[in-house]
């Protein structure tokens, strides 16, 4: 009763909102003098705070994307790096992505979170810019939930596309838009690097910060198999995509569990342990597009 009425209590009438997400077509982005660059950033869930160190270090590197994709937790993440929140400034935005502050309880019926808050949150933070106003080309894939397929929102309410490429079925509720229900963008591409090249990225910098299963393990309980069923499922569908990114950071987050949102700073400093090994491959990458950029 407690919980049904707190839900009941914490369940505003949310009007309509304007300039819904749309998923115009991807315009092809050529640059003449240098190679374009597409930061490609996955789901994980609260796991998906390592992305925030990731960005960090690259951004102290002068190293920064002209396109950014991004699924679920790499949504958020992607959309404030594409409004300008850079640096350590994104490292405190990060800080404000807690549970207490994203969870909008409501009467179970689809889900049991609107996601409501997440939607404002975002949308407070890039000073309410539909997604073809920010400072970087920015994409946030979704999954449609009566087709199956992705849908890459790159124009319209930014916190409304984050939001619905964010919403984890059975926990929050679907996102309606324009009659279609959109649910978390992980089930149909957890690492969309095929989006970014569609987009015209020359090189595409990945980061995976999914939970992969753990192999040859004893599974005791029901939920045992069913996490491990996900997980398999979740590892394929990251598979499909990872090999075609030209380089791929996976921080070091193993122990950190979907819902640990109380594990932030490892998370974020497993991100900036993880691309600080990779500059060397990033930087041999860029020269390398420069060179063949270079030619007559």
Aim: aromatic content about 4%; charged content about 20%.
């Amino acid at each position: 009763m407690i919980l049904w009425l707190t839900a009941c209590a914490s369940a505003p009438v949310v009007p309509p909102v304007e300039n819904p997400p749309v998923a115009a077509e991807l315009k092809h982005i050529v640059l003449a003098d240098r190679p374009v660059i597409a930061f490609v950033l996955g789901g994980g869930a609260a796991r998906g705070f390592a992305h925030a160190g990731v960005l960090n270090v690259l951004e102290q590197n002068a190293i920064r994307a002209d396109i950014v994709v991004g699924t679920s937790a790499g949504s958020v993440a992607g959309a404030l790096y594409a409004g300008g929140i850079r640096g350590e400034e994104l490292i405190a935005a990060a800080g404000e992505l807690q549970m207490k502050n994203l969870a909008d309880w409501t009467i179970p019926n689809r889900g049991f979170i609107g996601g409501e808050r997440l939607q404002r949150l975002i949308n407070e933070k890039l000073g309410n810019r539909p997604i073809e106003a920010l400072d970087t080309v920015f994409v946030a894939v979704a999954a449609d939930l009566q087709s199956g397929q992705a849908v890459a929102f790159n124009q319209g309410n930014t916190g409304m596309a984050v939001r619905a490429s964010s919403s984890v079925p059975g926990i929050f509720l679907p996102v309606s838009i324009r009659g279609r229900d959109y649910v978390d963008g992980g089930l149909v591409s957890q690492l969309p690097v095929r989006i970014a090249r569609q987009l015209g990225a020359d090189i595409v910098i990945a980061v995976d910060v999914s939970k992969r299963p753990v192999h040859n393990t004893v599974l005791e309980t029901t939920w045992d198999v069913l996490h491990q069923a996900l997980l398999i499922m979740s590892e394929a569908v990251v598979a499909a995509e990872a090999g075609e990114a030209d380089v791929l950071i996976r921080p070091a987050i193993g122990d950190i569990s979907l819902l640990g949102f109380d594990q932030q700073a490892d998370a974020i400093a497993a991100g900036e342990q993880a691309v600080r090994a990779v500059l060397p491959e990033i930087r041999q990458q860029l020269a390398g597009q420069n060179r063949r950029k270079a030619k007559p």
